[in-house]
């Protein structure tokens, strides 16, 4: 029999779920949105339309705003430029002394690299678990490659290797964005593993770190270079108990940052040390110097009874006389209040900050703090069962960035943001051949040229194009070069042409 019009008119609605016409009724008796479904054909289409009517945002009030992560940054092609200049310097420094390039993941066992962070592991950013295992995004600034490193090290079975190493970290605290901190930033990496005799490769490290800062000309810069065994061994002279080593030299490498008088407060109130012990070490911490005050430190009748310290001064002696002979000695001070607050360092450490200079312009000083630190932690690659002394540091990208930047800004310097080296360009109409033709002769000789990408551009565009890149040399064709089987080249400072002859 044949079924009533009602019926025939929305057959497929009709085979429908009870539950399917129960999402659909909902969403028709909804006033904001409207759902218009037509030949439904199937659960999955209505699955599918209502999820995409609940997901939709609004056209007029969207819900999100366009922004870079806090602590994170776009770099412009400008930027680029600058950043490129200085990673090329230090890379090129690297290899000049011997360096593989080296690369492991940008995250790592969540247990491996919070092993030696002590305070500062609640910094790290964790991962979400997606397949059994915890993991974590390298972190900081001197430490986040040596952790990989080492672990690298005790994986492969390397007894002996000189590395380098670029790439991004990530560190979860507020950003300074001002002194070129970020929760997302790049860093650069040297460390010599291996069993060598004493100082010499900790001298050629520091030797690097004048050569770097040397050559990207920031200006003055000092060294300051310490021991973490002289750091230990003045706590135990001054009356630190043991157990707040640890927390003490997290305070004490806070000056420079902040006053004595606020350190003292911070160990004395909040950490609970006794105020005689933290006058005491007041009176060390606040010394620096070169040699004489190595030699000094002989005398102390503290230090010299001490096996730590006395080890740390004998060692720092010796490189001393290799920094003397690398003829970088005066970049370097004997600085007691460097504390390096990570307790892996288990020899020399070190740390390089600009210094103001007297020409500077009255306006807000370019001071970003350390550009680049390190030391020797001969114990890390132990803890994966490969005992393998280390000696590294680390290179401060961002913070010299931050200080070339502004630099950039202050002066108005223009920064020219390709290497195209040739344009080549066209009076007349009905060229787009011959210069197609041309441009794949210069890339395929090894050439950077461009073109404009118009069938008929006008020459006054192109010159002005050239003008505008920083692009030197233009190459020009038109039917005179053609007829005559030459180019006009034109140099684009000075304006001035020269025909060559094309070579067939």
Not at 328 to 357: N, W
Not at 393 to 402: D, H, K, T, Y
Not at 433 to 445: F, G, M
Request: net charge neutral; hydrophobic share 40%; charged share 25%.
């Amino acid at each position: 029999p044949a079924k009533p019009a009602s019926c025939r008119t929305m057959p497929q609605l009709g085979l429908l779920h009870r539950r399917v016409w129960t999402v659909l009724l909902g969403q028709f008796l909804r006033p904001p949105r409207v759902v218009c479904i037509r030949a439904v054909r199937s659960h999955s289409q209505v699955a599918e339309a209502v999820l995409t009517s609940q997901l939709k945002p609004h056209p007029e009030k969207p819900n999100f705003v366009l922004k870079t992560p806090k602590g994170t940054r776009d770099l412009s092609p400008e930027q680029m430029v600058v950043r490129e200049k200085i990673l090329n310097m230090v890379v090129s420094c690297f290899k000049r002394h011997g360096a593989k390039g080296l690369d492991t993941p940008a995250f790592e066992l969540k247990e491996i690299l919070t092993e030696k962070y002590g305070e500062d592991s609640g910094l790290i950013y964790d991962l979400k678990d997606q397949g059994g295992e915890l993991l974590s995004l390298r972190y900081d600034l001197t430490v986040s490659f040596e952790v990989p490193f080492a672990r690298y090290l005790a994986m492969n079975k390397v007894k002996n290797m000189k590395r380098y190493h670029v790439g991004k970290v990530w560190r979860r605290e507020s950003p300074t964005v001002a002194q070129g901190r970020f929760r997302e930033f790049c860093q650069c990496d040297f460390d010599i593993a291996g069993e060598f005799d004493p100082m010499i490769p900790d001298a050629e490290c520091l030797k690097i770190i004048c050569e770097i800062l040397s050559g990207l000309q920031l200006g003055e810069f000092l060294i300051k270079v310490s021991d973490r065994r002289i750091l230990d061994g003045m706590f135990a002279v001054c009356g630190v108990p043991e157990s707040k080593f640890h927390t003490v030299c997290s305070s004490v490498d806070k000056l420079g940052k902040m006053s004595w008088e606020d350190v003292r407060y911070e160990m004395v109130v909040k950490k609970g040390l006794a105020p005689k012990v933290a006058d005491r070490i007041g009176d060390y911490v606040q010394c620096h110097g070169g040699m004489s005050l190595l030699e000094q430190m002989f005398q102390d009748p503290g230090l010299s009874q001490n096996k730590q310290a006395l080890e740390g001064l004998e060692d720092l002696k010796l490189l001393f006389e290799y920094l003397t002979l690398f003829g970088v000695a005066e970049k370097i001070s004997f600085d007691l209040s460097l504390a390096r607050g990570l307790d892996y360092y288990t020899g020399v450490i070190y740390e390089a900050v600009l210094l103001p200079t007297p020409d500077q312009p009255e306006e807000e000083p370019l001071t970003v703090g350390s550009v680049a630190a390190g030391g020797r932690y001969d114990g890390l690659v132990g803890m994966f069962g490969h005992k393998v002394p280390c000696v590294g540091l680390s290179i401060g990208v961002e913070r010299i960035f931050s200080i070339m930047e502004q630099r950039m800004n202050m002066f108005g310097e223009k920064i020219r943001t390709t290497e195209t080296q040739v344009f080549v360009a066209t009076p007349q109409k009905n060229f787009l051949q011959e210069r197609l033709k041309l441009i794949a002769e210069l890339w395929d000789a090894g050439i950077k040229a461009e073109l404009l990408y118009k069938n008929n551009p006008k020459l006054l565009a192109q010159l002005h194009y050239c003008e505008n890149s920083g692009i030197p040399l233009v190459v020009i064709i038109g039917e005179k070069e053609l007829k005559e089987g030459i180019i006009t080249l034109r140099t684009v400072a000075s304006r001035e042409e020269v025909s060559r002859c094309q070579q067939k």
